[in-house]
């Protein structure tokens, strides 16, 4: 810690200096100007940009400076309380240096479009779809005794296959479930308490059996910390509004059997694939689906978990099934059960729509396509969420009105967008027009949360006013500057995004503090070498 303000306001100078020292020193030769960006905390640092050289186009490598910017993170948060941080560097080859810093609200956007993002609420959180969906009312498929008396035959069988028992933990109390059952908030199903009063998992000191379904069955007090200890983010699939806007979640196979959540409070996560990824036991099931099922779920379902079994008692007998018909592998005293995938069907294809539509389908991303892209054979698939056309114009919606498109991501040539009046999914849109577009029929699509104009021309900006649930909002330089100027900003925004390659750190936040985030103590330095 500095021991003065001034002291610590003279290591961030001292910081800046270097900082600049470093790009100058790494410039190549005829280079006018280095713009570089990024991010810096305990977290970790992040850079990008890059030094402008006139002439062709060449890659140019981004100096080492990670060192630089964690010294600029430690004296920002001793300076400013701050951590992380968002900064922009620009040095001039006369030695003209100046640096902007502030918090992490204001960010850099990577990708198509560039620009800025300025978080208004961070606390704000989009509900996930699965919230909205019907809530099952069928009775749990498990069964104590039989999940018992199969989970010992199973462990027969193993032996048999390995030529000798395998040694599991000694099993738990009632009293101890039942103060499981209490730490949680939720009940355990039944046959998985009685697994529990076989065997407190599949684990001896650091070494487990992977029983079920090739994962390691977790201890009941591990399963306690895994639920408390993620109880804060349980129900959220993604973390920041650069990705949650407009995501997905797909729907599972059968349909309508898990909620369409990429995490829920009723998901109790009793066995790990030790890399992120975990089965659990669905306790708040859809529609069609029973209490005690079990899914996949974790790192690699961010777009949908995956139903894996009606209950724990049928994957069991599945498993056992498995062994006596000879689907299983063993190595170095260990079983690997060779047990199918489970079929979700066909839901995404990146590249182009096919000539036959598969009714599975649930997302698709058309990709430099040539010539003007039909939609109507995807009213071939009934459940499709997501659209995207990359670098693809279409010129008629219509084939959308029906169906239960969430994101929508067109080049639309025309520029009418009535088709989406009223529809009653739509959730994101990123529209690019080679016409003015009317914005009227997206007054009355009620979920529409995220919207993305930077690429469109538009008839009439301030109809954006009547958008009482839009959250995101992203428009270039000009557009945004009409928007504020008739006093039209949407009501309800957490967040808005000033796009364009252009744009400055003083650009956003000159935004930011139009639409009501006070930055008049963002952080500047300037100097020269």
Not at 106 to 116: D, K, N, Q, T
Request: net charge negative.
């Amino acid at each position: 810690m500095y021991s003065t303000e001034r002291e610590q306001q003279r290591m961030v100078e001292q910081t800046a200096r270097r900082m600049a020292e470093q790009i100058v020193g790494n410039a190549p030769e005829g280079w006018t100007r280095a713009v570089l960006s990024g991010h810096a905390g305990r977290g970790g640092t992040g850079i990008t940009g890059g030094y402008i050289v006139p002439g062709p186009r060449t890659p140019m490598g981004l100096p080492r400076m990670h060192s630089r910017l964690a010294e600029l993170a430690e004296a920002v948060r001793d300076d400013r309380g701050w951590d992380p941080v968002s900064w922009e560097m620009d040095c001039r080859p006369s030695g003209e240096y100046r640096l902007v810093v502030f918090t992490d609200s204001v960010g850099r956007v990577s990708g198509p479009g560039g620009g800025y993002e300025i978080v208004l609420d961070p606390d704000h959180r989009l509900p996930q779809p699965g919230t909205r969906q019907q809530a099952g009312t069928a009775a749990p498929a498990g069964d104590p005794e039989l999940a018992a008396a199969t989970f010992r035959a199973y462990l027969e069988r193993r032996a048999a296959v390995l030529g000798h028992a395998e040694e599991l933990p000694p099993p738990v109390t009632e009293a101890a479930l039942d103060d499981a059952e209490r730490r949680i908030g939720r009940p355990l199903p039944a046959d998985l308490r009685a697994l529990y009063l076989i065997a407190d998992g599949d684990g001896i000191g650091y070494r487990h059996r992977y029983l079920i379904e090739n994962y390691a069955w977790l201890p009941l007090e591990n399963l306690v910390g895994e639920y408390t200890d993620s109880r804060e983010w349980q129900d959220r699939p993604w973390f920041g509004w650069d990705l949650e806007w407009d995501a997905v979640v797909f729907d599972t196979a059968p349909a309508e059997t898990v909620r369409r959540c990429g995490g829920h409070p009723g998901w109790i996560r009793f066995a790990s694939g030790e890399d992120g990824n975990y089965l659990a036991v669905d306790m708040a099931p859809a529609r069609d689906g029973r209490p005690g099922q079990v899914i996949a779920t974790g790192r690699d379902y961010d777009d949908g978990p995956v139903y894996v079994a009606d209950s724990l008692t049928s994957l069991l007998r599945q498993h056992l099934e498995l062994l006596e018909q000879g689907s299983y592998e063993t190595d170095d005293d260990h079983i690997s059960l060779r047990r199918p995938g489970c079929d979700n069907g066909t839901r995404q294809i990146i590249g182009g729509i096919p000539e036959e539509v598969p009714p599975t389908l649930q997302a698709i991303h058309v990709n430099d396509a040539t010539g003007t892209v039909d939609l109507g054979p995807l009213t071939a698939a009934p459940g499709l969420r997501r659209l995207h056309l990359n670098r693809s114009t279409t010129a008629d919606l219509t084939p959308l009105r029906d169906l239960p498109v969430e994101s929508v991501r067109v080049a639309l040539a025309g520029g009418d967008l009535t088709a989406l009046a009223g529809h009653p999914h739509l959730a994101s849109l990123d529209l690019n027009t080679t016409a003015p577009a009317d914005l009227t029929p997206l007054r009355s699509a009620p979920n529409l949360h995220g919207l993305d104009l930077s690429g469109a021309e538009t008839a009439d900006l301030t109809v954006l006013a009547d958008l009482a649930n839009l959250r995101l909002l992203a428009l270039g330089r000009r557009q945004w500057t009409t928007l504020l100027d008739h006093g039209k900003v949407p009501p309800a925004l957490a967040a808005v995004r000033l796009a364009g390659d252009d744009v400055t750190f003083d650009d956003a936040l000159a935004l930011a503090s139009r639409v009501g985030l006070d930055t008049g103590d963002a952080l500047r330095v300037a100097g020269g070498l």
